[in-house]
């Protein structure tokens, strides 16, 4: 029940981007390009200034880049197998290879460990969000397509603003400066509205999906790599990293949330598929509901 009451909110602000779309007809495109070069880094950069950096990172930002390219290696191995092109390959990577662990993850955190373990939550968010920022934009924009060869690739990689604010941020905290309050406030208003408005995007590109067209194969493996393989690969990763038994835990945990919201607008903004990348975003935290608990008893039975 608890992870229902969770989930009400999220699947509510899908709704409002679903009917929103259905009534208005948005210019989705461009709502994701606001979110995406406009707002999202002034997240970054307010996460990372807020957050201060501890030997935890190290450990954490492991956990996070080695679990995000053994993903991406499985995915890239099955793609060549079973014959996908460049732009099915980028846009299952998006769909699997990221999971929700900020708006989602983190409550589901809170309820289950209580604030020691937000704490934990938090750093990984930050740590999922660097991810995304970079290897996610550069799967986007290279399954894109009129994505053309590296060379333009890179160049849409370092034009996105996110890393940036990112880095910013980080820097800011580590010299010690201090933001002006005036300032700091104008950041976290923009920063917060990021994800709620990531998620209406998200509900409605879900509005202009064409079920019938939906491809079912492509779907469930990218469902199968996001729910069951990421929680096992996290628990080898955290097997061996020399963390105590509760961080190991929400590493599991994290690791088998559904898609994460962000990739879905990346989707949209470079054309990688995103009714491929939409439909797993939206399945795998419909799902969530039913493999969440069980990922739970088994990692406080396991771990």
Excluded: W
């Excluded at 408005?197 to 999906?209: K, R, S």
């Excluded at 949330?257 to 797993?280: G, I, Y």
């Amino acid at each position: 029940m608890s992870f229902i009451l969770i989930l009400l909110p999220v699947f509510g602000i899908f709704a409002i981007g679903f009917v929103g779309q259905k009534l208005l007809h948005f210019d989705i495109p461009n709502l994701s390009k606001l979110t995406l070069y406009l707002m999202s880094p002034f997240l970054a950069l307010g996460t990372f200034y807020k957050n201060p950096i501890t030997m935890d990172y190290v450990y954490l930002a492991v956990y996070i880049f080695v679990l995000c390219l053994a993903l991406i290696l499985i995915i890239t191995l099955v793609a060549k197998i079973m014959g996908y092109s460049l732009r099915d390959r980028c846009a299952l990577i998006l769909a699997s290879a990221f999971m929700n662990n900020g708006n989602y993850g983190t409550p589901v955190v809170l309820l289950v460990f209580g604030s020691t373990g937000l704490n934990i939550a938090v750093i990984l968010m930050v740590l999922q969000q660097l991810a995304m920022s970079t290897i996610g934009i550069y799967y986007a924009a290279k399954g894109s397509s009129d994505a053309g060869g590296y060379k333009v690739v890179l160049k849409r990689v370092v034009r996105m603003p996110i890393a940036y604010g990112a880095l910013l941020g980080l820097t800011l905290q580590l010299l010690h400066v201090s933001i002006p309050a005036p300032l700091l406030t104008c950041i976290n208003l923009v920063g917060n509205a990021a994800i709620p408005t990531i998620m209406i995007v998200l509900g409605m590109q879900l509005a202009v999906i064409s079920f019938r067209r939906i491809e079912l194969l492509k779907v469930g493996f990218a469902l199968i790599i996001r729910l069951l393989f990421s929680p096992i690969i996290a628990f080898g990763i955290a097997f061996f990293l020399p963390v105590d038994t509760m961080t190991k835990q929400i590493m599991i945990l994290l690791a088998a949330m559904p898609t994460a919201a962000n990739t879905t607008l990346m989707a949209v903004q470079f054309d990688t598929k995103p009714d491929l990348v939409s439909s797993a975003t939206f399945i795998s935290t419909v799902l969530s509901i039913i493999t969440l608990p069980i990922v739970l008893a088994l990692v406080h039975f396991v771990v």
